[in-house]
């Protein structure tokens, strides 16, 4: 993940992945565009494609702070080609729910979040498993 292309996608992601770490709603919002594409591929296979302008984004990022309190995101690896940035992450929840692991990813668009896809869900782990 070196050179000028990747670094600042990469950086952007990261950003946006802190925000959501710390909880905040404005510093999220300050890593999306003003209107982003969100892709979403649903359990039953089918795509659905959101286009969420700033106050669709804020009402559904808090939203998610208030549900999920203490979430936390991991990127376990990450691949960067261009404006694109393809992140294995996992999502865990303090809160008793497990942990999820799935791919996203990001088109970067100057410092902004453009689009994002959530393309695969591997499920939810158990946290009552020997490593979870």
Same mark, same amino acid.
């Given at each position: 993940?070196?050179?000028?292309?990747?670094?600042?996608?990469?950086?952007?992601? $990261?950003?946006?992945?802190?925000?959501? /770490?710390?909880? *905040?709603?404005?510093?999220? #919002?300050?890593? #999306?565009?003003?209107?982003?594409?969100?892709?979403?591929?649903?359990?039953?296979?089918?795509?659905?494609?959101?286009?969420? *302008?700033?106050?669709?984004?804020?009402?559904?990022?808090?939203?998610?702070?208030?549900?999920?309190?203490?979430?936390?995101?991991?990127?376990?690896?990450?691949?960067?080609?261009?404006?694109?940035?393809?992140?294995?992450?996992?999502? $865990?929840?303090?809160?008793?729910?497990?942990?999820?692991?799935?791919?996203?990813?990001?088109?970067?668009?100057?410092?902004?979040?453009?689009?994002?896809?959530?393309? /695969?869900?591997?499920?939810?782990?158990? /946290?009552?498993?020997?490593?979870?």
């Amino acid at each position: 993940m070196t050179g000028t292309t990747s670094s600042r996608p990469v950086a952007v992601v $990261r950003a946006h992945l802190e925000a959501e /770490n710390a909880h *905040d709603v404005d510093r999220i #919002l300050a890593t #999306l565009a003003d209107t982003i594409e969100l892709h979403v591929r649903g359990f039953d296979r089918r795509d659905s494609v959101i286009f969420l *302008d700033r106050a669709a984004q804020r009402q559904a990022y808090e939203r998610a702070v208030t549900a999920m309190p203490q979430s936390h995101f991991t990127t376990l690896s990450q691949i960067a080609s261009g404006p694109f940035v393809v992140s294995r992450e996992e999502m $865990r929840d303090s809160g008793g729910r497990g942990s999820e692991v799935g791919l996203a990813m990001y088109r970067i668009v100057g410092d902004r979040i453009a689009a994002l896809w959530v393309l /695969n869900t591997e499920g939810i782990a158990d /946290n009552n498993t020997p490593d979870g």
